[in-house]
């Protein structure tokens, strides 16, 4: 019987040292896993890149677009004014005798 449990000790021993096929497998599912996760954070982040580079764009394109109508409203607003000065300035040409050239 002291026999049997010395040999099932060494028994226990090379279990001990070469784990179970099913810890392998899972071992190996998980280097997997870990791979494909590294793979698709690194895609996450090159997409990321591309959606900020082309925000990054609209909001140049917003900006111009800002400006250029600002730029048309001030235009605008001085041709009223002009317009406005010059309505005027016919008023007062228009209510002044005119002087004959005789």
Do not use: G, W
């Amino acid at each position: 019987m002291s026999h049997n449990r010395v040999r099932s000790r060494e028994e226990r021993a090379v279990n001990m040292k070469t784990p179970p096929e099913s810890f392998l497998l899972f071992k190996e599912e998980l280097r997997k896993a870990q791979l494909e996760k590294e793979r698709l954070k690194q895609e996450y982040e090159m997409r990321l890149a591309e959606v900020n580079k082309e925000l990054c764009r609209l909001k140049e394109q917003i900006q111009s677009q800002q400006d250029m109508m600002r730029t048309t409203l001030e235009y605008a607003s001085n041709l009223e004014t002009r317009l406005s000065e010059f309505q005027d300035e016919v008023k007062i040409s228009q209510s002044q005798p005119r002087k004959t050239v005789y």
